[in-house]
């Protein structure tokens, strides 16, 4: 059994930035990934989006970290070159319930900190975006959009930089909990045991299962998972919009709204489908209410224009139709585990706030 200092699960964004701010403090970390390269699951799947902080109950970890985060990605592309674009977002009314809306989330911005925001009038929405029809809508000038695969692979070039290392292939089939660390067994081409002093669990859709497959871990703290898929639908043609488009929110999500990538392609999404099982295909059958959705606020979106693109999942704590789940950062206070970090249910904003995540994860005494 080899002994190490850290274990990372998983190599997505979040367990990158995890990985790299234990590598940056000194400690000896290995990231175990089952994929075959960093960032193929949620990461990948991603819409890029930094978020501003604005949707998120005032002091959750949602609001916290992703205000911070925020700052902190901005901070880093910039001193790092990875490609980013501060292009901001509207967040559109078009009927007058829905401009009271509008006016709640303003509220909830300011007192998460984000006040920055500010309303357009009618024609100030038509001098900036003409094809969009809204009676009212909300600015967010520190919205913006970020290169998730240059991301992290910068944050894999710290870590190794520091000494730390990845072992792709390599899925992680069960541990137990002893009093002298905590026991994994990995599979993949080249099986083996590890005992670690810290395991930081960034498994994202698998993190649940990985923490109820340790031998001795409280099954009572490990919560239940939902899988809710996002769809998205490509636009065939020129985009007709600058800056991020986003209806007000829905229940499990924030809307059918514009997306933009650093080449300037548009999308449409993600939706709320509930999934019992991970599956990536997009039937071109959603197509129908994203032409509804995206006509309420672009009525000129021609027939036949919208093609299915790619779709991702989120690891929802909340079951369908229930009210919003904040992150879940477990520590030894939370399990009794020395050593032993899970986070849970790290769906949007988790891209923003993956740095301040790993700061967090750093003052949990590990």
Excluded at 36 to 57: C, D, L, Q, T, W
Excluded at 276 to 296: C, G, M, Q, T, W
């Amino acid at each position: 059994m080899e002994q190490v200092d850290c274990v990372v699960i998983g190599a997505g964004v979040v367990g990158m930035a995890c990985a790299r701010a234990l590598a940056l403090s000194g400690r000896e970390v290995i990231v175990i990934e089952k994929e075959s390269m960093p960032g193929s699951e949620i990461s990948a799947r991603n819409s890029g989006v930094i978020h501003a902080g604005i949707y998120y109950p005032q002091n959750s970890l949602k609001a916290e970290l992703c205000v911070k985060g925020k700052e902190l990605l901005y901070s880093y592309c910039n001193n790092h070159a990875v490609p980013h674009e501060n292009c901001g977002k509207l967040i559109v009314a078009t009927t007058s319930a829905e401009e009271k809306t509008l006016e709640d989330i303003r509220q909830r911005a300011h007192k998460n900190g984000v006040d920055d925001l500010y309303y357009l009038s009618q024609s100030e929405i038509k001098d900036r975006e003409p094809e969009l029809r809204a009676t009212k809508a909300l600015y967010s000038p520190s919205t913006g959009i970020v290169d998730v695969h240059n991301l992290i692979l910068a944050f894999q070039g710290d870590l190794e930089n520091r000494g730390g290392m990845i072992a792709f292939n390599t899925p992680v089939t069960g541990g137990e909990v002893s009093d002298q660390g905590i026991i994994l067994h990995t599979g993949g081409e080249s099986p083996m045991t590890l005992r670690a002093k810290t395991v930081i669990n960034a498994g994202g859709l698998h993190a649940p299962r990985l923490a109820s497959n340790l031998t001795h871990f409280p099954k009572d703290c490990v919560p239940n998972l939902f899988y809710a898929k996002g769809n998205y639908f490509s636009l065939n043609g020129k985009a007709p919009f600058s800056s991020l488009i986003y209806p007000v929110p829905e229940v499990a999500g924030l809307g059918v709204h514009v997306t933009l990538d650093m080449e300037g392609q548009i999308r449409f999404g993600p939706d709320v489908e509930w999934v019992e099982r991970l599956n990536y295909e997009v039937s071109p059958d959603r197509s129908k209410p994203f032409y509804d959705a995206i006509r309420r606020y672009w009525p000129n979106l021609k027939d036949d224009t919208l093609t299915p693109d790619y779709s991702g999942i989120r690891p929802k704590l909340q079951a369908p139709g229930a009210p919003a789940v904040d992150f879940v950062i477990q520590d030894k206070n939370n399990h009794g585990i020395p050593g032993l970090i899970n986070l849970f249910g790290i769906e949007s904003p988790g891209l923003t706030a993956s740095m301040a995540i790993a700061e967090k994860v750093l003052t949990l005494g590990i």
